[in-house]
T-cell receptor, first 115, second 116 residues
Framework: DADVTQTPRNRITKTGKRIMLECSQT?????MYWYRQDPGLGLQLIYY???????NKGEISDGYSVSRQAQAKFSLSLESAIPNQTALYFC??????????????FGPGTRLTVL | QQPVQSPQAVILREGEDAVINCSSS?????VHWYRQKHGEAPVFLMI?????EQKGHEKISASFNEKKQQSSLYLTASQLSYSGTYFC?????????????????FGQGTTLQVKP
């Protein structure tokens, strides 16, 4: 089984709809992240969480909200989806340590299309 | 704040070498390198924590110049499987330099295409 899973993998929705993207991990990492990827713009950080009670805004948090339900679960919500939120969304986990253990692992991604 | 990668795109023949650069305007704690195939998740290649450190993975290695806030990824004797988009992710030093910020900010990516 994959260490970091995302649901759904693909989603098509309409402008104005509320949508939630979910992320679960079995790696036991405290830190979880949501990124958005648009062609030519790399990976942009939306929100990140260092533990259940610690949630922080990233570079492009406007229009998004998150919930850290448990150490293993981190959800991203779009309260009222708009077309320019069409993108590929990645969840990631990380457990900083020495150079041998400080690795950020990405989920498989959710392709979201807002019509 | 986003690191700048160069070049934006590279086309190689099998067996040729390539260098991808990553520059930051901020003091860095670490640099992470990833490779992403089209439509897939980024895959971790290596991390560099110390200034001047050079690490290797098969025919892919990297260096980190802490003073210049730059990192370079070296791909030697390229193979078809090296094709993809390469990203550097930087974790910068905060104002209180006891640790890192804990978040990776990624460059815009360098697309590498290896042809037979």
């Amino acid at each position: 089984d994959a260490d970091v899973t995302q649901t759904p993998r693909n989603r098509i929705t309409k402008t104005g709809k509320r949508i939630m993207l979910e992320c679960s991990q079995t790696k036991g990492h405290d830190r979880m992240y949501w990124y958005r990827q648009d062609p030519g713009l790399g990976l942009q950080l939306i929100y990140y969480s260092f533990d259940v009670k610690d949630i922080n805004k990233g570079e492009i948090s406007d229009g998004y909200s998150v919930s850290r339900q448990a150490q293993a679960k981190f959800s991203l919500s779009l309260e009222s989806a708009i077309p320019n939120q069409t993108a590929l969304y990645f969840c990631a986990t990380r457990q900083p340590g020495t150079s041998r253990t400080d690795t950020q692992y990405f989920g498989p991604g959710t392709r979201l299309t807002v019509l | 704040q986003q690191p700048v990668q160069s070049p934006q795109a590279v086309i190689l023949r099998e067996g040729e070498d390539a260098v991808i650069n990553c520059s930051s305007s901020k003091a860095l704690y670490s640099v992470h390198w990833y490779r992403q195939k089209h439509g897939e998740a980024p895959v971790f290649l290596m991390i560099l924590l110390k200034g001047g450190e050079q690490k290797g993975h098969e025919k892919i290695s990297a260096s980190f110049n802490e003073k210049k806030q730059q990192s370079s990824l070296y791909l030697t004797a390229s193979q078809l499987s090296y094709s993809g988009t390469y990203f550097c992710g930087t974790d910068r030093l905060p104002a209180i330099r006891s640790s890192n910020t804990g978040k990776l900010i990624f460059g815009q990516g360098t697309t590498l295409q290896v042809k037979p």
